[in-house]
């Protein structure tokens, strides 16, 4: 691979990652036709294939796998000294790559505008997705640091709780209990729930609560997002729970009412981790920093979560 070209390794990372020349090309700003080119001319510099075609779709070869993850490797390597040249300087500059589980969008968000401001030479790549998704791009090593709300077990990695994640009971602000004080949970279980999917942490929460007491849930519908939640308790569906961050944007005007329940709301927090053995880059060691010694605090200052009556 003496003549490889680092073009040519970005071009290769690019249609392995989205599995066709042309997404990648149009990624890339390049014509279809080259990037086939550049990908055929690394792959006669490795001497084997690096992908096969099956239908419509691209598939790495064993070659091409092992070479992908060299490409992450030396690609990870030039940003990290990017960075720490930029730091030697006096400057943060660079690429922080963050993946979050889907409740934490109501909270990065509002942590990320101040760091940015503090650093405006740092650009971000958020990936909001499900928790399944986030430990598969964990495993993969495709993130600097993964927001979370519920940690896995055996799995290596550090971990480092930053903030408080209260779940609470969530209801249309014209439920009958919404006056009561100290709510048995034998009252609530009685009511239609409106919950995440199977697997959801904070379903996994609330039925080892329900179990525990043993009680059983009455799950009249299962939704995949929490906003179609919250339009559904508006609605008049049922009760749920839900994380109080997910009220943020609420204010004094929203449908929806915080019922006292006894046992909750359910302690838990937000977490930043990252794979054991990782070396930090700059720009994401000061992020760890910022959200462990300052999330808490700024978040409180910044956010716009008003009590619901």
Known sequence: MK????????????????????????????????VSMQVKQLSKSVGLPLFE???????????????????????????????????LKGVKQGLLRLAVVTTAKYVVPRLLGPFCQRYPGIDVSLQVTN???LMDRFSQNQDD???????????DMNVQPFLENPLVVLAPSNHHLANQKDIPLAAIANEPFIMR???????????????KEGLGLKVKLELGSNEAIKQAIAGGLG????????????????????LNVQGFPIERHWYVVYPSGKQLSV??????????NEGKQILEETSALKEIP
């Open 145 to 155: 640091l993964y927001i979370l709300s519920q940690t896995p077990e055996n799995v």
């Open 3 to 34: 003549h490889t070209t680092l073009h040519q390794l970005k071009v290769f990372e690019a249609a392995a990652r989205h599995g066709s020349f042309t997404r990648a090309a149009e990624e890339l700003f390049l014509t279809q036709p080259t």
């Open 239 to 258: 009760i749920s729970v839900l994380s109080s961050h997910t009220l943020a944007l609420e204010g004094a005007t929203s449908q929806l009412t915080i």
């Open 53 to 87: 075609q099956v239908g419509k779709r691209l598939y790495l070869t064993e070659a091409g796998r092992e070479l992908l993850a060299t490409c992450r490797e030396i690609f990870d390597r030039i940003a990290q000294f990017e960075m720490t040249v930029a730091d």
């Open 131 to 133: 928790h399944e998704i």
């Open 197 to 211: 999917e199977p697997g959801s942490g904070t379903r996994q929460a609330v039925q080892k609560m329900f179990e």
């Open 283 to 292: 720009l994401a060691r000061t992020f760890f920093e910022y959200l462990v």
